[in-house]
T-cell receptor
């Protein structure tokens, strides 16, 4: 019962470094999402993939890129990390077939950019 | 753009009492879905309850119920008989079902602390 798996769980970067957050789901879901969580701001959508082969910008896409590698995997890349990207990142997925579907979340990645 | 407002940053509740968490939303659509998630200190996001805008009855899931007032655009979560394990952050979220991407927009959250 893995669900949504995110790696790594913790990461510390220096300003300007790059990294990729990995996400995989084993529920055969069509839609996948990347959110960031900051104190007092809830969860904000960075990018999403409604189905395999498509990706779209969310509310806060600047400084990020994504790849929907296949139906299972959706990665988030920071090309040149900035302190403003210090946050907790969540990957989520849903079947993408109906409006009442809940999102299934990964356990989160705590990222600090120094 | 959708907007979800949770006006209570933090709340304290006595064990075994009920607590109501406020959520208001802004949309011009008639069809939408409302969700509540719980985030304990361990960090995971746990789905609690869903309400569709056309659902005639308020949703209930165990000790959780949703007080849905469509005309007021509010979807308050009621937790009855609070337990120490209910201490967590709670997020209200909304989806516009006519969008194909099914993404959720979240409020800022309310932290609930249950006192023994």
């Amino acid at each position: 019962n893995a669900g949504v798996t995110q790696t790594p769980k913790f990461q510390v970067l220096k300003t300007g470094q790059s990294m990729t957050l990995q996400c995989a789901q084993d529920m055969n879901h069509n839609s996948m999402y990347w959110y960031r969580q900051d104190p007092g701001m809830g969860l904000r959508l960075i990018y999403y993939s409604a189905s395999e082969g498509t990706t779209d910008k969310g509310e806060v896409p600047n400084g990020y890129n994504v790849s929907r590698l296949n139906k299972r995997e959706f990665s988030l890349r920071l090309e040149s990390a900035a302190p403003s990207q210090t946050s907790v990142y969540f990957c989520a997925s849903s079947e993408g077939r109906g409006p009442n579907e809940k999102l299934f979340f990964g356990s989160g990645t705590q990222l600090s950019v120094l | 753009a959708q907007k979800i407002t949770q006006t209570q940053p933090g709340m304290f509740v006595q064990e075994k009492e009920a607590v109501t968490l406020d959520c208001t939303y802004d949309t011009s659509d008639q069809s939408y879905g409302l969700f509540w998630y719980k985030q304990p200190s361990s960090g995971e996001m746990i789905f609690l309850i869903y309400q569709g805008s056309y659902d005639e009855q308020n949703a209930t899931e165990g000790r959780y119920s949703l007080n849905f007032q469509k005309a007021r655009k509010s979807a308050n979560l009621v937790i009855s008989a609070s337990q120490l394990g209910d201490s967590a952050m709670y997020f209200c979220a909304m989806r516009d079902p006519w969008q194909y991407d099914y993404k959720l927009s979240f409020g800022a959250g309310t932290t609930v602390t249950v006192r023994a």
